[in-house]
């Protein structure tokens, strides 16, 4: 598979982004929040005798999931990854002044390439971080391979209506692509199936924020770190004209009282790995195959 994202762009993106990342990521926070709620689905099945031995945090960022985990399973060694070394280093720095943060390990890697042993972790959060994986079967076999047999994965990705209005402006007043594009829940659902995940429960959610022009958005991104990290990219400014253009098409199309939307589409994936052994296909045919329909989905 041709690589859709710049991954080198990815790591320095939030590598420049992680002194202010964690002041600017509310919607992030507001999703971390719901996602970590999940992960009572744990002790639902084991109960609070079993709990988990190693707990993985794959895109940690600033680690504050990390945190909470460390806080939930205090006994439990609890890893935190990221492709950028700096959001570690600011993780690790502000963890330094509270004990409760303590006894992390840190780990700087890709999540398509975990460093992990087979079956070495019971819970395998992320957060937000699966939208720049071009190849989703591939990552979800990754953490397939690292999970013990009945252990959970709880993920969160962006939907394809997200940013859907910067895309629109962008697409009027330039050839080249300015947002990424984004999986859908069925494509996310047949994902996890293609990796042999068992039960997965996906949730769709969208929100809206709004801006007062399109520069304020634009900084709001690149603070988080969400800048353009496509292979196909314009590698040069995009240039006032062009930026003009699309900031008239934006307030145009989309302009409001509020000031400019901007729509984000959350979804979220909570699955269990299977049992040693358990094949992908059954009896000649493919247990994924079966349609991203059968697969329930709640929507908020």
Request: glycine residues 6%; hydrophobic residues 45%.
């Amino acid at each position: 598979m041709n690589a859709l994202f710049d991954h080198r762009q990815v790591r320095r993106a939030f590598s420049r982004a992680a002194p202010g990342y964690d002041a600017a990521a509310a919607l992030q926070r507001e999703i971390e929040a719901r996602l970590l709620e999940s992960l009572e689905f744990h002790p639902a099945k084991y109960g609070d005798k079993q709990p988990p031995q190693r707990v993985l945090d794959v895109g940690s960022g600033p680690g504050r999931a990390t945190a909470a985990m460390r806080r939930r399973w205090p006994k439990a060694q609890v890893l935190s990854l990221d492709l950028a070394l700096p959001m570690l280093r600011q993780a690790r720095s502000r963890d330094r002044w509270q004990p409760l943060r303590r006894g992390v390990d840190r780990l700087c890697a890709d999540a398509r390439a975990l460093p992990l042993a087979d079956d070495s972790i019971d819970v395998l959060f992320s957060n937000l971080c699966l939208q720049w994986v071009e190849d989703l079967p591939a990552v979800f076999a990754g953490f397939r391979r690292v999970l013990r047999p009945g252990g959970l994965l709880m993920v969160s990705t962006f939907g394809p209506d997200t940013l859907h209005e910067l895309r629109s402006a962008f697409a009027q007043a330039d050839a080249t692509p300015h947002v990424s594009p984004f999986a859908s829940i069925a494509l996310f659902g047949d994902a996890l199936m293609h990796a042999g995940f068992r039960d997965p429960v996906l949730d769709r959610d969208t929100s809206t924020t709004h801006y007062r022009d399109l520069p304020a958005l634009m900084r709001e991104l690149r603070t988080l770190g969400a800048t353009n990290a496509l292979q196909a990219r314009r590698h040069t400014l995009t240039g006032k004209a062009r930026f003009a253009r699309a900031a008239a098409a934006y307030a145009s199309d989309f302009g409001a009282g509020q000031g400019l939307p901007a729509t984000w589409e959350t979804i979220t994936a909570m699955a269990w790995a299977p049992e040693h052994g358990a094949p992908i296909r059954e009896g000649g045919e493919e247990i994924v195959r079966f349609p991203a329909s059968a697969i329930p989905v709640r929507r908020r």
